[in-house]
């Protein structure tokens, strides 16, 4: 079993910046994909950010390239997603999620593929 607990989110104004943690804890990672996903109010879950556990390789939403940047520390076994420039359409609630054994390059942008989640944090960001 892998659990998941994001913290970090609250109110920023536009332009401001937040960063998200996700402490893992359960089995080993080293085959994990690790992806932050988001969930405005009526809107479907949207994939925003994923890292591979092992050897670091990072991929984004076009939409939030060059604002968000994901990381993990590994002696911490923490995932955290660094947002920057703040947008009222980041708005959301922010979930981490985790894909196991990942052996492949492709990338996971489905949240179908993803095996566990946390319970979310949430974002609001005022114009």
């Known amino acids: 079993q892998v659990l998941l607990v994001e913290s970090g989110g609250g109110l920023v104004q536009a332009g401001g910046s937040l960063r998200l943690s996700c402490a893992v804890s359960?089995?080993?990672?080293?085959?994990?994909?690790m992806g932050w996903f988001r969930q405005a109010p009526g809107k479907e879950r949207e994939f925003a950010a994923a890292i591979r556990w092992s050897g670091g390789n990072t991929y984004y939403l076009d939409s939030v390239k060059g604002r968000f940047t994901i990381s993990r520390d590994s002696a911490k076994n923490t995932v955290y997603l660094q947002m920057n420039s703040l947008k009222p359409e980041d708005t959301a609630v922010y979930y981490c999620a985790a894909k196991t054994l990942t052996y492949d390059t492709r990338r996971y942008t489905g949240p179908e593929e993803y095996d566990y989640w946390g319970q979310g944090t949430q974002v609001t960001v005022s114009s």
């Open positions: 359960g089995r080993t990672f080293s085959s994990y994909t």
